[in-house]
């Protein structure tokens, strides 16, 4: 799970990183975290 | 290590049953042909790898009978007969519980891997084998199922779909611009259908004046009527041009609301960007750059010290694989000539007892395993530092644009005032102008009301002073056009709403307007670019990092299984992890359909044990069923020695099926 876990991070924080001013990202990272924990979690 | 395999209801078998294996040795269970071999490995199979979540390795599954098919009613594993069976599988200090139901669940108290399907079971129908008897060279699904590039491919999926719905909100943008067009159009012609429809009525109303004139009537109503409609005129006349500077008024205070409303999104865009500064300045503040440097070059120290020791590793290990091979050899020569001493040469030219050279093979085997771990440790370690110094590299990075961060929160903080204060000015004249619309508006309600009074006192005295069919038929004519003018209006009052919806778009549950959504869209869009770019990134070191172990395992079971007519076997990462076989004397790959039935079995064979090491490597069970049936005698010996001694190096279970004449036996050979 570590390994799944290292993958969401550098994504979630790949995006966070990616996102300029101005834009409002929340609901968008948050369900996207969602989705990704989920099959990962599925997948276990 | 013992392993203890508890069956109840298995297969044809009703009841209870147990098996005993130990690792280090390979466990032959024999038996005619139907005698319930298989199904012993079979548990042991499903008891290490459920749940099965893949689909693919599912459909492995069902086709060695392991896991049950969609359209059938029970597990293959269940006895006809039963409603339950169970598996328990006791080894080291692991005890799996599996509860098979007759209703097709199934229950497993720890969970188990699902690459064992893949990796540890070697059976004529496995995956591999099947690629290699068709001749089919693409491998790549190995290295993509056993790796973490299936994950990340997942995830790419996912991105997609967020991909999917931002292509479609571009597309629902562009409907809804093209829709505000059409419905501004209709809008512009309706109002022009109005004034026309009101003119006519206009006019119709006149010449009801001009034939009222012709008709002869009542003196006294006539000049009552005259005097109405002079004074409904006079106040027609005042309240038009009451509603002609309401309009204005109302226009004025529209001009408002958009500026202060394009003031109101500045400020929030712009104290969401403050935010955001602000936020990346504290984080980029708390970066210790002289501690980072530290840790930096304590890391590249200890990798130095890393590489170190493995030099000193290398030739350590080096001696004890020459060692182990001379033993290996002496052991061979002595199984050829089946002596039982052996004149050594390397010892003086004495006679040396073959005990006394399985001891020695033995005591180097065991000195050779924990150097060959610290070796692979070692590798780990160095790897684990290399990352550790590239992520703190990019924490020094984020440091040095910390007054870039800086200057640009004042900027924010200055740009935040000045807008407050334009749009307070704004937002006070609008406040002024409203309690004139306010008072506007009382005025006219009040006005169109004595307007209307007037209008039923006239029509009172004009039923009372008009009898005419002419007249009948131009105020049937008026009746229809206000009808008319009432649905024109609908339709502008429908057309406005709808203009309005098309103003602004809901995108990820919050509302923007269109200009907004559109660069939002298009922010996303590069976003999702970049992601894919960095999955795609990932992929492509997962399969490589995988296709390398992988290779380097088959190189390895290559040189110890000492294949006469083999030079390399390997996937070839440079063509899409193609398998290529090259033989001895022939530098070019051969296809794979060029190798014979029993070369055939062994390379499937050897690949299947290299993805075991390789993928799966924790689970010390390798199953095989009737493996062998189809080498030659030399190959075979070769082979099962090769199991003997992975079995004997790793501490592993290494369980056969092999038909024979003999009742079900089991056998340690």
């Known amino acids: 799970m570590s390994q799944n876990k290292k993958i969401i991070e550098e994504i979630v924080d790949y995006i966070e990183s990616s996102i300029r001013d101005g834009l409002d990202e929340a609901i968008f990272i948050k369900e996207f975290r969602n989705k990704i924990e989920k099959y990962l979690s599925e997948k276990q | ?669």
Not at chain 2, 401 to 419: E, G, T
Not at chain 2, 482 to 508: R, Y
Not at chain 2, 547 to 552: G, M, P, Q, W
Request: charged share 40%; aromatic share 6%.
């Open chain 2, 1 to 669: 290590m013992k392993a203890v395999l508890k069956l109840v209801n298995i297969g044809q078998r009703e009841g209870e049953e147990t098996w005993e294996f130990n690792s280090g040795v390979v466990t032959e269970i024999r038996g005619r042909t139907a005698s319930g071999k298989s199904r012993i490995l079979k548990s042991c199979a499903l008891a290490l790898s459920i749940p099965i979540i893949s689909e693919e390795i599912r459909n492995t599954a069902i086709s060695f009978g392991i896991a049950k098919a969609d359209n059938a009613k029970f597990s293959p594993l269940l006895n006809s007969n039963k409603e339950k069976a169970i598996i328990e599988l006791h080894y080291d200090e692991v005890k799996k519980l599996v509860e098979i139901n007759r209703d097709g669940s199934e229950k497993i108290n720890i969970p188990g891997n699902q690459k064992f399907i893949y990796c540890s079971m070697l059976v004529e129908n496995s995956k591999i084998q099947n690629y290699i008897d068709h001749g089919l060279s693409d491998f790549s699904w190995i290295v993509t199922e056993m790796s973490l590039a299936k994950d990340y491919e997942s995830i790419k999926d996912i991105v997609g779909s967020y991909t999917d719905l931002i292509t479609a909100k571009k597309e629902e943008i562009q409907i809804k611009e093209n829709n505000k067009k059409k419905f501004e159009g209709e809008f512009k012609k309706k109002k022009s259908d109005l004034a026309e429809v009101i003119e006519k009525i206009r006019l119709l109303e006149v010449n009801i004046e001009q034939e009222l004139e012709k008709i002869e009537s009542n003196t006294e109503l006539k000049n009552e009527r005259k005097k109405i409609i002079d004074e409904l005129k006079d106040r027609q006349k005042i309240i038009m041009d009451t509603e002609k500077k309401f309009l204005s008024l109302k226009k004025t205070v529209t001009d408002l609301d958009n500026k202060i409303n394009e003031k109101n999104t500045q400020i929030e865009d712009e104290t969401e960007n403050l935010d955001k500064l602000e936020q990346k300045k504290k984080k980029y503040m708390k970066i210790d750059v002289r501690k980072l440097n530290n840790e930096i070059n304590q890391l590249h120290e200890e990798n130095t010290m890393n590489l170190e020791k493995q030099k000193l590793l290398l030739p350590e290990i080096s001696i004890l694989e020459n060692s182990k091979k001379k033993y290996e050899g002496i052991l061979r020569e002595l199984d050829k000539t089946k002596e039982k001493k052996v004149l050594c040469w390397v010892c003086g030219g004495k006679e040396i007892e073959r005990n006394d050279i399985e001891n020695d093979l033995k005591s180097t085997r065991d000195k050779l395993t924990p150097k060959r771990e610290k070796y692979r440790d070692l590798d780990s370690q160095i790897e684990e530092n290399k990352n550790n110094i590239d992520d703190k590299q990019k924490d020094k990075a984020k440091n040095a644009k910390l007054p870039d961060v800086k200057k640009k929160v004042a900027l924010s903080r200055n740009k935040l005032i000045k807008l407050a204060e334009e749009n307070s000015i704004n937002v006070e004249q609008k406040n002024k102008e409203d309690m004139d619309i306010k008072r506007f508006t009382t005025i006219i309600e009040s006005r169109k009301k004595t307007i209307n009074q007037l209008i039923e006192k006239r029509n009172e005295i004009e039923k009372q002073i008009i009898d005419d069919s002419q007249m009948n038929k131009t105020r049937e004519e008026t009746k229809t056009q206000n009808t008319n003018k009432g649905a024109i209006e609908n339709q502008i009052s429908n057309l406005e709403l709808a203009i309005d919806d098309c103003k602004s778009i809901e995108i990820f549950k919050k509302e923007f307007d269109l200009l907004k959504a559109k660069k939002i869209v298009q922010e996303f869009d590069d976003i999702f670019d970049n992601i894919n770019f960095h999955l795609e990134l990932n992929i492509k070191k997962q399969r490589e990092g995988a296709a390398h172990k992988f290779n380097e395992n088959i190189e390895k079971i290559i040189e110890e299984l000492k294949l006469p007519k083999f030079e390399k076997i390997y996937l070839d990462i440079e063509d899409n992890n193609k398998l290529k076989i090259i033989r001895k004397g022939n530098p070019d790959p051969q296809a794979i359909n060029s190798l014979s039935g029993g070369e055939r079995v062994i390379v499937s064979s050897l690949l299947q044990i290299s993805a075991k090491e390789t993928y799966n490597p924790e689970i010390p069970f390798i199953v095989g069923d009737d493996i062998i049936i189809k080498m030659d005698e030399d190959r075979r010996e070769i082979f099962y020695n090769y199991l003997k001694n992975i079995a004997k190096d790793n501490d592993w279970f290494v369980i056969l099926t092999r038909v024979t004449d003999e009742d079900l036996v089991k056998v340690e050979i």
